[in-house]
Nanobody, 118 residues
């Protein structure tokens, strides 16, 4: 079973930057689309950024121009570069692997907390 391990969360001031990492325990990017979700207190989990196996990206409107999703195939790692952070970006961020083939399992990481506060 492939596992996802996130890192890089923490406390940052408004306007600051963080880079989240999601390390997969195997080479899955050719058969999984990768995504970063977040869940703020009292809110539903939402998809923030997605990266298809073909390399296409999409973002929710509130992070466009500030966040960038990318991957390093050699390291089996997906990143979320977050710039110009705002207090409303505060949430637990989860890495997700969505399989191209439905007989494969969907995979979630354990989450990493991002707090944007002065």
């Amino acid at each position: 079973q492939v596992q996802l391990v996130e890192s890089g969360g923490g406390l940052v001031q408004p306007g600051g930057s963080l880079r989240l990492s999601c390390a997969a325990s195997g080479s899955i990017f050719s058969i999984y689309a990768m995504g970063w979700y977040r869940q703020a207190p009292g809110k539903q989990r939402e998809l923030v950024a997605a990266l298809t196996s073909g390399g296409s990206t999409k973002y929710i409107d509130s992070v466009k121009g500030r966040f960038t999703i990318s991957r390093d195939n050699a390291k089996n790692t997906v990143y979320l570069q977050m710039n110009s952070l705002k207090p409303e970006d505060t949430a637990v961020y989860y890495c997700n692997a969505d399989p191209l083939h439905k007989w494969l399992p969907e995979i979630w990481g354990q989450g990493t907390l991002v707090t944007v506060s002065s």
